[in-house]
């Protein structure tokens, strides 16, 4: 169920310490490499731990391992165990553990194919900063908590995590947390969020969930948080920031996941999983189809995104591309008018690094859940936000 995993060393190590490059060879000089052998394995609930053997020599500086041929983890010391934390269970996967060789070859794979039975259910959490859904200091934010009530802890699939309790929380059980943070006046920065999520210890027992594993779907305000523990730098974070009272409107506010609509670089991403369901259509004289979120009425427009002009990237095509590279992301979605390739407010960030959790951010305006007088296009909000926790929560 669980796409991540985090990594812990067990390791029996033979005494060298060679830097070695990490360059995939052509299977050509992989052959007659020595390989591992006699892969096997143990468990203990969701903790898996690997063994093998392997006949070393001066000619060898490390281990290559793999989960399901993705994200290889390269070791510079010559292991013998390796300890996989919160495997993901009920269904097959396959691990495969390589030699890595001072002239940068990599030798041929040893798999093994590990089946884990774990009938403990997997739920989503919601951290709540205060005492009670009723004590939060904000409708947007007392309206998602109940939702989530609702949809997941009254359904068994989901708890309330205290904020207070963040650094207890089991990660075999909470695979997922969700923190929608939604409130006016605040100052911009992470350092200004209010309800204890500026806290040094919240913040180290996040970037601790995250290193471990842990997913997180961050929302509104809360998408600074991407700052405080460290996945994005400083001159990465999100800097169009609004927390005012909005305003009176009649038009229809939408979600533009056609990124760059009509340009000559553009990349459509309203095919993703997140929007399985969602209704998709044509608004305000826009040329393209986008998701309506927020009907006529009055509106926060609390946003909480990333300008792309302001920010300066190496590599890539466009500033989508030079984005994604540099925070290792896909960029899913902006205003429903903007079809310039310099706003995104919609990001799926993936496992990078120390961060072997999965984290979804989403600082859109049009993501309001107490739109005064009712949104027409609630369902809307609910099912994206529904899609997003269930990724995040198998």
Same mark, same amino acid.
């Given at each position: 169920?669980?796409?991540?995993?985090?990594?812990?060393?067990?390791?029996?190590?033979?005494?060298?310490?060679?830097?070695?490059?990490?360059?995939?060879?052509?299977?050509?000089?992989?052959?007659?490499?020595?390989?591992?052998?006699?892969?096997?394995?143990?468990?203990?609930?969701?903790?898996?731990?690997?063994?093998?053997?392997?006949?070393?020599?001066?000619?060898?500086? #490390?281990?290559?391992?793999?989960?399901?041929?993705?994200?290889?983890?390269?070791?510079?010391?010559?292991?013998?165990?390796?300890?996989?934390?919160?495997?993901?269970?009920?269904?097959?996967?396959?691990?495969?553990?390589?030699?890595?060789?001072?002239?940068?070859?990599?030798?041929?794979?040893?798999?093994?194919?590990?089946?884990?039975?774990?009938?403990?259910?997997?739920?989503?959490?919601?951290?709540?900063?205060?005492?009670?859904?009723?004590?939060?200091?904000?409708?947007?934010?007392?309206?998602?908590?109940?939702?989530?009530?609702?949809?997941?802890?009254?359904?068994?699939?989901?708890?309330?995590?205290?904020?207070?309790?963040?650094?207890?929380?089991?990660?075999?059980?909470?695979?997922?947390?969700?923190?929608?943070?939604?409130?006016?006046?605040?100052?911009?920065?992470?350092?200004?969020?209010?309800?204890?999520?500026?806290?040094?210890?919240?913040?180290?027992?996040?970037?601790?969930?995250?290193?471990?594993?842990?997913?997180?779907?961050?929302?509104?305000?809360?998408?600074?948080?991407?700052?405080?523990?460290?996945?994005?730098?400083?001159?990465?974070?999100?800097?169009?920031?609004?927390?005012?009272?909005?305003?009176?409107?009649?038009?229809?506010?939408?979600?533009?996941?056609?990124?760059?609509?009509?340009?000559?670089?553009?990349?459509?991403?309203?095919?993703?999983?997140?929007?399985?369901?969602?209704?998709?259509?044509?608004?305000?004289?826009?040329?393209?189809?986008?998701?309506?979120?927020?009907?006529?009425?009055?509106?926060?427009?609390?946003?909480?995104?990333?300008?792309?002009?302001?920010?300066?990237?190496?590599?890539?095509?466009?500033?989508?591309? #030079?984005?994604?590279?540099?925070?290792?992301?896909?960029?899913?979605?902006?205003?429903?008018?903007?079809?310039?390739?310099?706003?995104?407010?919609?990001?799926?960030?993936?496992?990078?690094?120390?961060?072997? #959790?999965?984290?979804?951010?989403?600082?859109?305006?049009?993501?309001?859940?107490?739109?005064?007088?009712?949104?027409?296009?609630?369902?809307?909000?609910?099912?994206?936000?529904?899609?997003?926790?269930?990724?995040?929560?198998?």
């Amino acid at each position: 169920m669980k796409n991540i995993f985090a990594w812990l060393l067990m390791a029996l190590m033979a005494g060298w310490f060679v830097a070695c490059n990490t360059i995939e060879p052509e299977m050509s000089a992989s052959a007659g490499r020595k390989k591992v052998y006699n892969l096997r394995y143990t468990n203990e609930g969701r903790t898996l731990y690997l063994t093998w053997d392997l006949d070393a020599d001066t000619t060898m500086c #490390g281990i290559q391992i793999a989960r399901n041929g993705e994200n290889p983890v390269d070791i510079d010391t010559l292991i013998t165990s390796y300890t996989v934390r919160h495997v993901t269970p009920n269904q097959d996967v396959l691990y495969t553990v390589k030699i890595r060789y001072n002239d940068s070859v990599v030798s041929e794979g040893v798999s093994v194919r590990v089946h884990l039975t774990y009938d403990m259910p997997l739920y989503a959490g919601y951290v709540l900063s205060a005492g009670s859904i009723g004590e939060l200091p904000d409708d947007d934010e007392r309206a998602a908590a109940e939702w989530f009530d609702r949809t997941y802890v009254q359904r068994n699939r989901g708890r309330f995590i205290p904020i207070w309790e963040l650094g207890n929380v089991n990660l075999d059980e909470v695979v997922c947390l969700w923190i929608h943070i939604d409130r006016q006046g605040m100052p911009v920065g992470w350092q200004n969020l209010t309800g204890g999520f500026s806290d040094a210890t919240f913040v180290a027992n996040l970037k601790a969930y995250v290193e471990e594993g842990g997913n997180l779907y961050l929302s509104n305000h809360a998408t600074q948080l991407l700052v405080a523990i460290g996945r994005i730098t400083e001159a990465q974070r999100p800097n169009e920031v609004s927390t005012g009272q909005g305003g009176w409107g009649a038009d229809v506010w939408t979600m533009n996941a056609y990124l760059g609509a009509g340009s000559e670089i553009s990349y459509d991403r309203r095919g993703y999983s997140f929007f399985e369901g969602m209704s998709l259509d044509f608004f305000n004289n826009y040329e393209y189809t986008s998701f309506p979120m927020l009907g006529p009425g009055i509106r926060e427009d609390h946003n909480c995104i990333w300008n792309l002009s302001d920010i300066k990237f190496t590599s890539g095509s466009d500033k989508i591309r #030079g984005w994604e590279i540099a925070t290792k992301s896909t960029a899913l979605a902006t205003w429903g008018q903007n079809t310039e390739l310099n706003h995104i407010g919609l990001v799926d960030f993936a496992i990078s690094g120390n961060y072997r #959790g999965r984290i979804v951010a989403m600082g859109l305006g049009c993501y309001e859940w107490a739109q005064q007088d009712g949104n027409i296009y609630q369902y809307q909000i609910e099912r994206l936000t529904e899609n997003i926790i269930e990724t995040l929560r198998k």
